[in-house]
């Protein structure tokens, strides 16, 4: 059972344009939803993250739209770069201290110039 | 702040040999760090959670003996690879949240990537 669905699972948007990531989940209990980019042969790094009681973060380009009763959240990488070009896993997780994290599957972003 | 660093960045063997990989968290203490594989172009698959001074807790379906994991102390966890067969080839990453710090993000390393021969 997938507990994190996310789509689409590769996406091609022009320099300057939108890319949009979507993730669903069905384990009620997650509270803490981010996301993480990672460039070929590297970890993943943290781009931002939200919790169930605010439906919307920003930082910068990037926008995290939350729908709770949904259960589904999204990623907004406005302005969107050649170097935004990576794969983008949203994830969840439940509880506090040192609870694991759920993927996605991944996203393959192409930006093109 | 908050960085992992793991060591080495890339390994090969040959198939029936072990493999140490080992993940630091440099400027922070991690009472808990967690091991992923992923395989290429798919998700992270969480392996097992490591835990300072006890026994690591396996995922379902991972071989505890064979992949160690050793947690000495709070700033070293080290996966071994035992009897490692080409199927094992992946790409390990480690990860730690700052102890105490309760559901704070999670850092990664930059990953191991072992090919076994």
């Known amino acids: 059972q997938q507990q994190v669905k996310q789509s689409p699972q590769s996406l091609i948007v022009q320099k300057g344009g939108i890319s949009i990531i979507n993730c669903a989940y069905e384990?009620?209990?997650?509270?803490?939803f981010p996301w993480y980019q990672q460039f070929p042969g590297k970890g993943p790094a943290l781009l931002i993250a939200?919790?169930?009681?605010?439906s919307e973060k920003k930082e910068g380009r990037f926008t995290i739209s939350f729908n709770k009763s949904a259960k589904q959240f999204s990623l907004h990488i406005m302005d969107s770069q050649p170097g935004d070009s990576a794969t983008y896993f949203c994830?969840?997780?439940?509880?506090?201290?040192?609870?694991?994290?759920?993927f996605g599957k991944g996203t393959m972003l192409l930006v093109s110039p | 702040g908050a960085v992992v660093s793991q060591h080495p960045s890339w390994v090969i063997c040959k198939s029936g040999t072990s493999v140490k990989i080992e993940c630091r968290s440099l400027?922070?203490?991690?009472?808990?760090m967690f091991w992923y594989r992923q395989f290429p172009k798919q998700s992270l698959m969480l392996m097992a959670t490591?835990?300072?001074?006890?026994?690591?807790?396996?995922e379902q379906g991972v071989e505890k003996d064979k992949f160690l994991i050793n947690h000495a102390s709070l700033t070293l966890s080290t996966l071994t690879v035992t009897s490692a067969h080409p199927e094992d080839s992946s790409f390990y990453i480690c990860?730690?949240?700052?102890?105490?710090?309760?559901?704070?993000?999670?850092?990664f390393g930059n990953g191991t990537r072992l090919t076994v021969t």
């Open positions: 990860s730690a949240r700052v102890t105490g710090t309760g559901n704070s993000p999670l850092h």
């Open positions: 400027d922070f203490q991690a009472t808990t």
């Open positions: 939200i919790r169930p009681d605010v």
């Open positions: 994830a969840a997780s439940k509880g506090s201290g040192y609870s694991t994290l759920t």
């Open positions: 384990n009620t209990a997650f509270d803490y």
């Open positions: 490591s835990n300072e001074g006890s026994k690591a807790t396996y």
